[in-house]
């Protein structure tokens, strides 16, 4: 059976869990905490070359890391990822895209506002959110006229980002700014097999 290690509030491993439950694939969850450490477990450095979650083991005992990876990885051959080189090729550029213009400028807010350190690393927010508002802009802006991200389909692109662009206001963003992405989240909210970062939250607490 796959195996998936993440933690309970790592926006990274969620996007797995919701593919997962899109693709109706059975998995065995591992869920670390990441406050105590436990990323740095020997056990687990051996299959995590960079001491993070997700990882996925695949059913012959070979792990993924990387969401981006993952979700390629299981998107292989299925509507999710479309066969199509130059859409694939667009698929792609959107996990980059995310990676690096999105996922770190909004999860370090985020993690600062859970913790209840938005006060004293105001500074270092303010920094955060100067890298990450340009990227939702575009992202907005490539959305207007458009229902997906790559093509006329839902596709891992779109899993992706959104992602942390639906927690991003728990990182302190003005998301009322952004009305195409408002409407987009909703439709991929609305995606067949779509699962709650925590399910027993309010439906508001992470859409
Ligand atoms: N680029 C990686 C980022 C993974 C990542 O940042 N994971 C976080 C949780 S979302 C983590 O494990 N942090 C623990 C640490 O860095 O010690 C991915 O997309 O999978």
């Known amino acids: 059976m796959l195996r998936l290690y993440d933690s309970r509030l790592s926006g990274n491993s969620w996007k797995i869990r919701i593919l997962l439950s899109q693709l109706g694939l059975a998995y065995e969850r591992i ?3 990441l406050q105590k450490g436990e990323t740095r477990d020997p056990a687990f450095l051996r299959i995590s070359r960079f001491a993070r979650v997700p990882v ?4 012959d005992g070979r792990p993924i890391v990387e969401s981006g990876a993952i979700l390629l990885h299981l998107a ?14 667009e698929v792609m550029g959107w996990l980059f895209f995310e990676q690096a213009d999105l996922q770190k400028a909004i999860a370090i807010p985020r993690v600062l506002h859970l913790r209840g350190l938005a006060e004293e690393k105001r500074h270092d927010i303010d920094r955060l959110h100067a890298d990450g508002y340009p990227g939702l802009e575009k992202l907005d802006r490539w959305l207007i006229g458009r229902t997906w991200l790559v093509g006329e389909r839902y596709t891992v692109a779109d899993l992706a980002l959104s992602a942390y662009v639906s927690l991003a206001g728990q ?16 439709r991929v909210h609305g995606q067949h097999g779509w699962v709650r970062l925590i399910p027993e939250d309010r439906p508001a607490a992470d859409a």
């Open 31 to 33: 869920t670390l905490d």
């Open 56 to 59: 996925l083991v695949l059913e």
């Open 76 to 89: 292989e051959g299925t509507p999710y990822l479309p066969d199509d080189p130059y859409l694939r090729t």
């Open 171 to 186: 990182g302190g963003y003005d998301m009322a700014r952004f009305a195409g992405i408002r409407d987009w989240l909703a």
